[in-house]
């Protein structure tokens, strides 16, 4: 589990220069069980009308193509 932690913090460290300059950004959460992983939405991007995007187009698919074993991307809420 702490190499898959240290794969999504890396593709969340690739998207964050990003999110940065449009406000925003993201942390990890957790990764459940079942391979998915939750991340909390911070500043500009909570709320945003493009997150579900830079969700799915952005982490996600960095993801894929590290850990394939994860499933999906949800983001939080407080």
């Known amino acids: 589990m702490e190499e898959l932690t240290h794969k999504v913090n890396t593709a969340i460290e690739n998207l964050r220069p ?3 300059s449009d406000g925003g950004d993201m942390e990890l ?3 459940t069980n079942e391979n998915m992983v939750k991340v909390r ?4 991007c909570k709320g945003c009308s493009m997150s579900p995007m830079t ?5 996600e698919e960095a993801l894929k193509s ?3 074993e994860i499933l999906g991307v ?3 809420e407080d």
């Open 29 to 31: 959460v957790e990764i």
């Open 66 to 68: 590290v850990a394939p």
């Open 74 to 76: 949800i983001a939080i």
């Open 18 to 20: 990003y999110l940065i």
């Open 41 to 44: 939405l911070i500043g500009a």
């Open 55 to 59: 969700l799915k187009a952005g982490l």
